[in-house]
């Protein structure tokens, strides 16, 4: 209809086809995280707009052309949230959860940015992310590395690639910007518009760039390998020494520096071939500075953010299984019985068997319509109370998805037999 309303462009539904991949990476992301110590925090999806400029960095494309950023009644101006680790900071200093302690915190949920939507990037979109605040050297680097690993390996992801970096200390960096703005300035009259903005205030950024143009400038580049010190060099062979011990395979990328102003030393990356232009499934590192730079003490922390978006496309395009999230049984009824007794069966099925995912019949409708219906939603029970179980106080189970004969129990036996078809034998994770 030419006047329905519309989704906004690059915000889009998840439909109910597609929830069964993002409830097992769901499931799986919080079991994992879980078993490392990981503890969940929420935070707003709205914060104050100065919260992202200190965080994120003025100079990043973020703060300055994607967030959606609007002013209150009240005069404030706030944005939502363009990622999620300011937010996470914000929340720490600000309920002292940094106070001589580690803390070991995720997260998970919607974030937004004001891009051009393609495949694998969208204006709303989602995402994992985990932060550890207190330890100082490479040990948590590489635990988180080797967390983001071991949830692809139960999610049974292939093909991903692990790509490394360091970005040493602001002191080490301002010296390797200084020889970047030399290096580029020489370079100006080939520079597209993005990096001419980028030269005076990010020169790094401009390694970031994904113009073909500029591939062989960038490439030779200076390094940010020769401004190095020695506690930063030790910090990152630490890293690659632990992954090293632990069979995960990585490429350091000299060129890998991270859209944000607020990382230090390790920066990492897992790619993909297989979604086009959009490769990077989950990036992350170490911020050190960005507690003290929101307000708080001085913190080391290190976290990492994965895309459920283009994980999802990703666990899809590999035709990895979903959850099954359709129901376990479906009651069909006969119309004589009443909705207030059928309705107070369901209920009392779910009181006893809680873990059963029970989808009652609305409508009315023929046995033979009832059974079409059942067979649609996926359950692989269905219930039948017809006029004769009414009478007897009985029900008849009748196996929808395997050959087993349907039989008549009286109500009260019927918990006992559902769960054993049912969860019996039901396979572990």
């Known amino acids: 209809m030419s006047d329905a309303v519309r989704s906004v462009r690059g915000i889009n539904d998840v439909l109910p086809a597609e929830n069964p991949v ?31 400029e200190r965080g994120v960095g003025e100079a990043t494309d973020i703060v300055e052309k994607e967030m959606y950023t609007f002013t209150d009644r009240s005069g404030d101006s706030l944005t939502l949230r363009p990622e999620g680790t300011a937010g996470v900071v914000r929340s720490g200093i600000e309920n002292g959860l940094f106070h001589n302690t580690t803390q070991r915190l995720w997260y998970s949920g919607p974030m937004f940015r004001h891009e051009r939507p393609q495949k694998g990037r969208y204006r709303q979109f989602h995402q994992f992310g985990v932060e550890a605040f207190g330890p100082t050297g490479p040990d948590v680097d590489i635990e988180q590395i080797a967390m983001s690993s071991r949830l692809f390996t139960r999610l049974g992801v292939s093909g991903l690639m692990l790509t490394l970096n360091t970005l040493g200390t602001p002191e080490e960096r301002r010296h390797y910007r200084a020889a970047l703005m030399a290096y580029f300035s020489e370079h100006r009259e080939s520079l597209d518009e993005d990096s001419l903005n980028r030269l005076e205030r990010n020169p790094m950024r401009i390694l970031d760039s994904k113009n073909p143009e500029l591939a062989e400038i960038i490439a030779n580049a200076p390094t940010l390998e020769d401004h190095l010190g020695d506690e930063s060099r030790a910090h990152f062979d630490g890293v690659c020494q632990g992954l090293d011990q632990l069979g995960i395979g990585y ?20 790619i993909t071939t297989d979604l086009g232009a959009q490769d990077a499934v989950c990036s992350g590192g170490r911020f050190d500075g960005l507690v003290a730079r929101l307000g708080g003490s001085s913190t080391p922390a290190t976290g990492f953010a994965l895309g459920t978006e283009r994980l999802v496309q990703l666990m899809t395009a590999q035709e990895l299984a979903g959850d099954d999230v359709s129901p376990h049984a479906y009651l069909v009824a006969a119309d004589s019985i009443g909705t207030p007794r059928i309705s107070a069966i369901a209920e009392w099925l779910r009181d006893q068997l809680p873990k059963l995912r029970l989808r009652v019949n609305t409508g009315g409708g023929s046995f033979k319509s009832q059974f079409k219906r059942a067979d649609r939603s996926g359950a692989r029970l269905a219930l039948v109370i017809g006029e004769v179980e009414a009478s007897m106080d009985s029900i008849s189970i009748k196996p929808l998805t395997d050959q087993r004969e349907q039989a008549s129990v009286a109500l009260t036996d019927a918990p006992a037999l559902i769960d054993d078809w049912l969860f019996a034998s039901a396979p572990a994770e």
């Open 22 to 52: 993002w409830a097992r990476l769901e499931r799986v992301a919080a079991e994992v995280f879980a078993t490392y110590g990981y503890d969940r925090i929420r935070t707003p999806i709205i914060e104050h707009t100065r919260l992202f």
């Open 251 to 270: 490429r350091i990328n000299p060129r890998l520096v991270r859209g944000l102003d607020y990382y230090t030393r390790t920066v990492f990356e897992w």
